[in-house]
């Protein structure tokens, strides 16, 4: 069994608390330094070995952005405290690191943890078995390997594939009518011995042939609430081989003095505590196979809990980055008629996997049919092979917190706001001509962000050392980590430009600006650069603006940019494509958008347009690095605008031409805003292939490129203001035009 010792666990380590007199350890708890912010271990240990021996550099929680640094003597550790606490370091990227003397606590084991057992016999529960090393470490990178090289489906906490039949979580059973094949073949090794094993051939009930199999991979900290898998969905045996990381399992039975035929808690129940619960719990080291069988099977829940470290005999054991397990199954196909007749859905009806199922695991089953597996970000939609969106809104499954706004009577005018707030979708607009976009250039156009627009920098730079702050909509990163002192969360509602910001050390995740997965009031700034132009209605933008100053602090502050209708060089919109009125879900289809595009009486902006060769890749390269200079002038991480992210080939009418002065009556300011991929690009192979085909990008050959459309709402002057001054709880403390942006810094009051 890998196990840490009590004195190697690194979540031992503690901070001192605020105001608490520190005696001088061996050990430094380091703020702003780890991996997440661009520093291996390696390089913090040669750093801090300056000053002495060091014994170890360890993580301090799983943010990236702290370690433990831990010297041979005490010494060492003051004199390195003493040099760099709240020093800029030059060796570690010019970072100013915040330190306190650290030490261990010994893991306590409390009165209420349950004892693990290490052995399916210590555990007493009929038709239980485990078996340790079930399979060789070669045969488990192997089958990691495998499932890793392909699509995985995500649900709210984990991801998973279903091989045999698909198990649809919003029933809990599975459909006998759609199969989706064989089990794969880099499993028939384990299932040829799994069948051999006299759990299954000598069973009264048939588990065999092993028909279903689940893969299911659970990140550090996810577990798996209190549930039976459904009798009539499968019979026999259940076989889950864990693989990659280890974990504790819990197994309850839940017995009721006075109960009602189907064992689940009645209103007596309820009101008198009579229910008791028996728990057992077995340790599920990496590579064994656990069985359920029998009693184990059909009577007794099995319970992950969501943990990080788990304590065994006395010992801390730390889970993996993840643990995959390969859960086989044979499917029912008829009822089920076992003699755990209070368990049994086909003997009583109305009984759930689990009595104690968490909303979180009810909406993840609801979410799991709808989720966009490509992205894993829009959890409004699902996309088919080419993009496209695969689904009608109005059928859309409900959450629970929905269909409570449908059904609880309440006022209509609370009602019609709750609808509201909860209704809010990405439109297809902004799924195709947003989202879609930047999905299938992000590479190329990460290459042409690196210049940091001075304004945003300075307003990073005022902030308080050992501020948190959060960037909405962060693109690759390139202002996360802008200012060392400070430490930085982005999120994007593009993957691929948040796997852009992982690979640069940062720390970012996949989100909606409408809906930030952070606590409230848990910030010091955030910040929105160059997004709201991106969303194409009123609505959508004020509630982006609300999330943000709900995440800040009460005297935190929010800085917004957004596009101007008011460009300092007009040259630049005569290269856009302007739309006709403002976006609305009626016309969605490309068809529907092509009839939205103003027409124009000539062609005549083509002269204004820089011709390139499409085979000179190093002229389409000199233009990739003009495009960071341009980038001072106009800011966006999501459309600065270059002769690589040139125009549709058309002319405004003059009606809708910008005076150098940009004073219009009537402005335009909806626009579709051209981004050419380069055809040299790697990214030009895979999804522009497909766009191309389907018509949602087109080829430019004189310019040797693929051209995408981006959505624009741009921004009249008072615009800006109108927009934030509806959110409740903020004041406008600042508002200036800078550089063909509008810009605003609220305040939360």
Known sequence: MDRTSSADAAGGFIKPKPGAEQEPTAHLFVANCGPAVGLSVNTIKTVFSAFGPVEAVRLAGDSGTRVVVSFENVQDAAAAKKALDGQKCEDLQGRVMFMQFSVFQPPVLAEDHLPVMTTSADCGIPGLVLYPDFVSEVEEQRLLASVDQLSWQVLAKRRVQHYGYEFLYKLRNVDLSQKLGDLPPFVEEVVSRLSKLSELTESREPSLPLDQLTVNEYPRGVGLSPHIDTHSAFEGSILSLSLAGSCVMEFRRYTNESSDESGIRTEHDKESGKSQMERRALFLPPRSLLVLSDEARYSWHHYIPHHKIDYVNGGVVERGLRRVSFTFRKVRRGPCKCKFVRYCDSQVEGIPSSPFLSNMESEECSHSDWLNVETMADTSAELSEDGSPGWNSKTLPQTETEKAVNEVETPEETRQQLSQYFSIRTPEIEKQYVHKVYDAIAPHFSSTRFAKWPKVAAFLDSLSPGSVIADSGCGNGKYLGLNPSC????????????????????????????????????????????????????????????????????????????????????????????????????????????????????????????????????????????????????????????????????????????????????????????????????????????????????????????????????????????????????????SFYDKSNWCVILQKL
Request: net charge negative; charged share 30%.
């Open 487 to 734: 430490f930085f969360i982005g999120c994007d509602i593009s993957p691929a430009l948040v796997a852009i910001c992982a690979q640069r050390g940062h720390e970012a995740l996949v989100a909606d600006a409408l809906h930030l997965p952070y606590r409230s009031g848990f910030y010091d700034a955030a910040i929105s650069i160059a997004v709201l132009h991106h969303l194409s209605n009123d609505q959508r933008r004020v509630r982006a603006v609300e999330e943000l100053v709900r995440v800040v602090r009460t005297g935190g502050k929010v800085l917004i940019t957004v596009w101007a209708v008011e460009q300092e060089d007009s040259k630049l919109v005569q290269k856009w494509t302007p739309l006709q009125g403002k976006y609305t879900e009626s016309w969605v289809d490309d068809e529907e958008v092509t009839s939205h595009l103003k027409k124009s009486s000539s062609t005549s902006s083509l002269d204004m347009i820089q011709e390139f060769d499409g085979n000179a890749e190093g002229k389409l390269d000199d233009e990739e690095e003009f495009l960071g200079e341009r980038e001072e002038e106009q800011d966006g991480h999501r459309g600065g605008l270059s002769s690589l992210a040139e125009s549709e080939e058309q002319e405004p009418s003059d009606s809708n031409s910008l005076p150098a002065a940009g004073k219009v009556q009537e402005p335009q300011q909806e626009y579709f805003v051209p981004w050419h991929l380069p055809y040299h690009r790697a990214e030009v192979t895979g999804a522009s292939v497909a766009a191309l085909a389907s018509g949602f990008a087109r080829k430019d050959d004189k310019k040797g490129a693929v051209v995408y459309n981006r959505y624009y709402h741009v921004f009249a002057e008072g615009e800006l203001e109108r927009l934030t001054s509806k959110v409740k709880g903020a004041v406008i403390v600042d």
